[in-house]
T-cell receptor, first 115, second 113 residues
Framework: DQQVKQNSPSLSVQEGRISILNCDYT??????FLWYKKYPAEGPTFLIS?????DKNEDGRFTVFLNKSAKHLSLHIVPSQPGDSAVYFC??????????????FGQGTILTVHP | NAGVTQTPKFRVLKTGQSMTLLCAQD?????MYWYRQDPGMGLRLIHY???????AKGEVPDGYNVSRLKKQNFLLGLESAAPSQTSVYFC????????????FGPGTRLTVL
């Protein structure tokens, strides 16, 4: 039962263009969403997050959009840079229910930004 | 300030052998977690701890045991390793529970033959 899904295993983008990474979830108890970035041979690092009371959060080149009715969130990177090439994980947490106290991760999307 | 460290970085085991993975954090975090990462599966929570002396099961706890005798350390044990436990293991810690930011270690690559 994959409660957080990233249906695109990989994404290739040209430097300077926009990268859009998508994430869908099924658990209506999720109320906080995070994106983590992972380089090879390193652990994931936190990138940006959003609470369910918002529909957008922006931090520099990174913006996360949340559509609660569609149970969908997306991460926009503008402009994309070669250093953004990494695996991006979407994660969600819930204030209650069986998912309380835990982060549930998606499968990850490999982003490649070409110079 | 080393953050989260994991020992060892790599290990190869034979089926049936046992081993312990060590995670240490120097940020005085209450919460600690063990995840495994497998291709196409993302990160899956094995066990976690909400404070010294506590442990709880995550999503995929079978075949693993954990202990949190000291606040800064979280040990993951495999009593009888199986090929299905071949994976990359990540430890993480956070000041509070989710959605507090989790800080991850560099990972341990384990191969069970």
């Amino acid at each position: 039962d994959q409660q957080v899904k990233q249906n695109s295993p990989s994404l290739s983008v040209q430097e300077g263009r926009i990268s859009i990474l998508n994430c869908d979830y099924t658990n209506s108890m999720f109320d906080y969403f995070l994106w983590y970035k992972k380089y090879p041979a390193e652990g994931p690092t936190f990138l940006i997050s959003i609470s369910s009371i918002k529909d957008k959060n922006e931090d520099g080149r990174f913006t996360v959009f949340l559509n609660k009715s569609a149970k969908h969130l997306s991460l926009h990177i503008v402009p994309s840079q070669p250093g953004d090439s990494a695996v991006y994980f979407c994660a969600a947490s819930a204030a209650g229910g069986t998912s309380y106290g835990k982060l549930t991760f998606g499968q990850g999307t490999i982003l490649t930004v070409h110079p | 300030n080393a953050g989260v460290t994991q020992t060892p970085k790599f290990r190869v085991l034979k089926t049936g052998q046992s081993m312990t993975l060590l995670c240490a954090q120097d940020m005085n975090h209450e919460y600690m977690y063990w995840y495994r990462q497998d291709p196409g599966m993302g990160l899956r929570l094995i066990h976690y701890s909400v404070g010294e002396g506590t442990t709880a099961k995550g999503e995929v706890p079978d075949g693993y045991n954990v202990s949190r005798l000291k606040k800064q350390n979280f040990l993951l044990g495999l009593e009888s390793a199986a090929p299905s436990q071949t994976s990359v293991y990540f430890c993480a810690s956070s000041y509070n529970g989710p959605p507090s930011t989790q800080y991850f270690g560099p990972g341990t690559r384990l191969t069970v033959l």
